[in-house]
């Protein structure tokens, strides 16, 4: 794209580290990167223009108020954990493992393991779960498909809707379905609305305005009050 002559590229990364050809490429023609979605690992106004995105650590804080109050503030909690060497992983787990900490101390972290975001591996790493600790309580995803993962892997091992509370992080209408259905508890947003915003960013840009080097997205929150409600501004 730099080479086609691009005068601006907007980068939804994957990973957060192995950037460094690509800002030295950028940046010897002159060509802002906006990065969404995903922090990558670099300094921003110098490799990068600006990060639009989700706050990441209270998306884990929210998402540990939503566990503990399903849990009553006690009982084994599980993380299925997002890829790693992630920001998007490391900052769901720490705002996660802080909140419970502060608010929940009686609830325990007893199990961590890579889902690598995907709902296959959720299931796996579920069935694993279930068979090291059978007693478990509630199941942390990191995003929804992991979460959906573990709810297969609940149906399977026999588990009713509600004997494991399950939370997750995107607000995909598959988990938003799960609250409507009984087995998730909540979900926390991670609003992937982006387009119009980092189109409005660019021209501020180009037309000289000062654009800051984070631009926080909202993100909303279902549960099972108005889940059923608002599924239709799931996405």
Request: proline share 4%; charged share 20%.
């Amino acid at each position: 794209m730099i080479d086609s002559g691009v005068q601006l590229l907007i980068i939804a990364p994957l990973n957060s580290d192995g950037w460094d050809s690509v800002f030295a490429k950028a940046s010897a023609k002159h060509i802002p990167i906006v990065t969404i979605d995903r922090k990558i690992n670099a300094t921003p106004c110098k490799d990068y223009l600006t990060f639009i995105g989700s706050d990441f650590a209270q998306q884990g804080k929210r998402a540990a108020d939503e566990m503990a109050k399903a849990m009553n503030n006690k009982g084994k909690v599980a993380i299925l954990l997002g890829a790693p060497g992630n920001n998007v992983t490391t900052l769901r787990t720490s705002g996660f493992k802080d909140e419970i900490a502060k608010v929940a101390p009686a609830i325990k972290i007893v199990f961590e393991q890579t889902g690598n975001f995907a709902r296959e591996d959720g299931q796996k790493v579920t069935e694993q779960l279930l068979q090291s600790n059978p007693d478990i309580n509630g199941i942390y995803g990191e995003n929804d498909e992991m979460a959906l993962g573990a709810i297969t892997a609940l149906k399977g091992a026999g588990k009713k809707a509600g004997d494991v509370k399950v939370v997750s992080i995107d607000g995909t209408k598959g988990a938003v379905q799960a609250i409507v259905d009984g087995w998730a508890s909540a979900v926390i947003e991670s609003n992937p609305r982006f387009g119009p915003l980092s189109f409005a960013t660019a021209t501020s840009f180009f037309g000289g305005q000062p654009v800051g080097q984070d631009i926080i997205i909202q993100d909303r929150q279902y549960d099972e009050s108005n889940a059923k409600a608002d599924l239709g501004s799931a996405y």
